[in-house]
């Protein structure tokens, strides 16, 4: 039986394979060969690409080095959104690798926000980690916690380190054992076909009655719309990092185990595929 | 349906990016809007938005440190308004400079992402029926 540690570490090491190809438009000096790389899901694109600008950047003109954005398919790819939350939202039913686009023209400014350094990346990242102990703990443990603390949730993340990251981490993963559960559960819950960016809600992880509230009782509570009737047909899938997770998990558990290092869920309803 | 009185300093710079919507929620008869605010930046189109989205939620803004005070302190704002184009509109009323910063704390703890929509804030984060956010030129609370 797999420990509940070891999917820490499957969530924290999922890669997504990805083939970056410049935007034809593009003015280049010489042809832009595609630049094949292997994406953190736990990531942000902006993060993780210095290679691929720098890859880009050679075959184009000096003075032609504005910001890069990614697109796939059309969809302008929302930097500060997890990258495996990108990939389960636009793509995880399409055969890899992940065919993302490059631009550094007409950056669109309504879909995206600018990243103009990795300081930004941080402030964004910590401001999430703050939203999250804010519902699970009404702030108390993160703000016990002391600036090199918060710093090092940052550094874990930005290098890839599971254990200095998780040294922080965990804390923020307790509660105290007079409770069963966090207060509320971070989660976001996501649908291409919605025009709203993300649903979130105030959720408890332990009923009334003390019975852990389990997937399916988040879905029919915040996405009734997502929730297979009784005798229907499956409509939705619902992922969270690549996987769907049965509809009786508990969300404590969810929330403990697959939470992004941003410490919330990112939930994906997407449809399901017909082949 | 009565026109909304909006703020003078407002309508003047609407153009397209108009803070319409935006109205004090104390005093004043507003019963509408005259037209659908537009979208603010980072905030996608809204199509037909159901009847919860097109209420309005009471914000209570506070200044912090010596930021300049707000005369109007409660504003009834839609639901869909981005934290961005709250930012944008406190720094018109504030008449701050566009290169000035704003940075806005939910529960004096964190600043939520430019294209958070206030009625999630107000949902998770709202108290007595208000969302209380804080305001700062500088970063208070990192």
């Known amino acids: 039986m797999t420990d509940d540690k070891d999917v820490l570490r499957d969530v924290w090491f999922g890669r997504i394979p990805t083939c970056f190809t410049l935007y034809q438009d593009e003015i280049t000096e010489r042809e832009a060969e595609p630049y094949y790389l292997l994406l953190p899901r736990i990531s942000y694109l902006t993060l993780v690409t210095d290679k691929v600008k720098k890859h880009f950047q050679k075959v184009m003109r000096q003075d032609d080095f504005t910001e890069i954005w990614f697109e796939y398919e059309g969809t302008p790819l929302k930097w500060h959104y997890p990258i495996g939350l990108l990939f389960d939202l636009h793509a995880s039913n399409t055969a890899l690798p992940w065919n993302i686009t490059v631009h550094f023209k007409n950056f669109p400014e309504k879909d995206l926000l600018h990243c103009p350094s990795k300081d930004v990346i941080e402030a964004h990242f910590m401001a999430c980690v703050k939203e999250a102990d804010a519902l699970k703990h009404k702030s108390q443990v993160i703000n016990e916690m002391q600036k090199k603390d918060h710093k090092q949730l940052w550094m874990g993340l930005q290098n890839d380190k599971f254990d200095q990251f998780w040294a922080i981490n965990r804390k923020l993963m307790e509660c105290p054992p007079e409770d069963s559960g966090f207060r509320y559960i971070p989660f976001r819950l996501y649908q291409v076909t919605t025009e709203r960016p993300f649903i979130q809600k105030l959720f408890r992880p332990v009923a009334a009655d003390g019975q852990l509230n389990t997937l399916g009782d988040l879905l029919k509570e915040v996405c009734p719309a997502a929730v297979t009737p009784e005798d229907g047909e499956k409509k939705n899938q619902v992922m969270i990092h690549g996987i769907e997770p049965m509809l009786e998990t508990p969300v404590q558990w969810l929330s403990e185990h697959m939470s992004y290092p941003d410490n919330f869920l990112h939930i994906s309803i997407i449809p399901q595929p017909t082949d | ?142």
């Not at chain 2, 929620?25 to 199509?47: C, F, K, L, N, R």
């Not at chain 2, 914000?59 to 005070?69: N, S």
């Not at chain 2, 703890?109 to 029926?129: I, K, W």
Request: proline fraction near 7%.
């Open chain 2, 1 to 142: 349906m009565a026109e909304v009185e909006k703020q003078p300093s407002l309508s003047a710079q609407e153009g397209g990016r108009g803070e319409c919507g935006e109205e004090p929620s104390d005093g004043g008869a507003a019963v509408g809007v005259a037209e659908p605010a537009p979208p603010s930046a980072g905030s996608p189109v809204t199509e037909e938005p159901a009847e919860d989205t097109k209420k309005k939620i009471d914000i209570l803004l506070k200044a912090v440190g010596d930021t300049p005070i707000m005369k109007t302190k409660k504003w009834a704002v839609e639901r869909t308004r981005t934290i961005q184009g709250l930012i944008d509109f406190i720094k018109k009323f504030l008449k701050l400079v566009a290169s000035e910063q704003l940075f806005i704390y939910v529960n004096q703890s964190f600043a939520p992402s430019p294209d958070q929509e206030v009625g999630t804030l107000y949902e998770c984060f709202g108290s007595d029926g208000k969302l209380v956010l804080h305001y700062c030129k500088s970063q208070a609370w990192g």
